[in-house]
């Protein structure tokens, strides 16, 4: 899959809502965009597409607020490239 992860996230971000236009430093749920179902296919997405458990202690509001802060979630609960 192409792209960075930043903005593979904000392709499914914007895929939701493509009326809005939505940055990497947006926060999504105090814009009104995140319902607890999308919350839900989010946290999926961000672990079937990057292949990585999103564990308890990390289902924290704060680690899905922007796609910089998803992508920073997603580089610290990735095996390390070598």
Known sequence: ?????????????RSRYPQAEIDESQDIFALGFV?????????????????I?????????????TANTMAELVGRLSPARV
């Open 1 to 13: 899959m192409s792209g960075s992860t930043k903005d593979q996230i904000l392709d499914f971000v």
């Open 35 to 51: 319902n607890s179902l999308f919350a839900m296919e989010l946290v999926m997405f961000i672990e079937k597409t990057f292949a």
């Open 53 to 65: 458990a999103i564990p308890n202690d990390e289902l924290k509001i704060d680690n899905f607020r």
